[in-house]
């Protein structure tokens, strides 16, 4: 018997909402629903997605709280949840995102995400690619060893944003 591990339907329009995943099988290595018009919330079922490795459902209508439960798939290395309408705090991050080790890309930009970013996240060891840009987050960035290697252009459009790395921006 075959199974699915990889689902790429970027760019077909599909509108809706998402399927249940993972709901037979926790085959599944790679979900790409890039570009489509899906409005409704991200499903629970993702959880039974254990080796799920890259989720990305970017550029979508996807109207829902930050899904934080995500941060319990510790096989994740790209999550890609940009333009959408997430809203909410980020700061309700749960400490179980600084153990997803695997996590290489994460791209939360365009949405109306709100709060601080969760120190949390500095603690991602492998974090190369972090876009938070255009939401609505405050207060100062954290600072850690993978954190402090990002530009001012990983947080930009976030007029409540303080710290380095805007501080050296202004500076120049």
């Known amino acids: 018997m075959v199974e699915l591990s990889v689902l790429d339907f970027r760019r077909n329009n599909f509108t809706g909402s998402l399927p249940p995943f993972c709901a037979q099988t926790d085959s599944l290595r790679a979900i790409v629903l890039n570009g489509n018009l899906f409005k409704e919330p991200v499903p629970v079922s993702l959880l039974n997605c254990v080796g799920l490795e890259v989720l990305d459902l970017g550029n ?3 109207n829902d709280i930050f899904p934080a439960w ?4 510790q096989e994740l290395q790209v999550l890609i949840l ?9 700061s309700d991050i749960p400490m179980e995102w ?3 080790n695997m996590l290489e890309a994460l791209d ?11 120190q949390g996240l500095t603690r991602m060891n492998f974090l190369v690619v972090l876009k938070l840009f255009q939401n609505h987050l405050v207060a100062p960035i954290p600072h850690g ?3 402090n290697t990002f ?9 409540d944003l ?3 790395p805007i501080k050296a921006m202004w500076n120049e």
């Open 60 to 62: 979508d209508a996807i």
């Open 70 to 73: 995500l941060g319990t798939l």
């Open 82 to 90: 940009k333009f959408n309408l997430f809203h909410g705090p980020i």
């Open 98 to 100: 600084g153990q997803l």
């Open 108 to 118: 939360l930009s365009w949405n109306r995400l709100t709060g601080k970013i969760p």
């Open 145 to 147: 060893p993978q954190f």
């Open 151 to 159: 530009e001012n252009d990983s947080y930009g459009g976030n007029v």
């Open 162 to 164: 303080c710290g380095p």
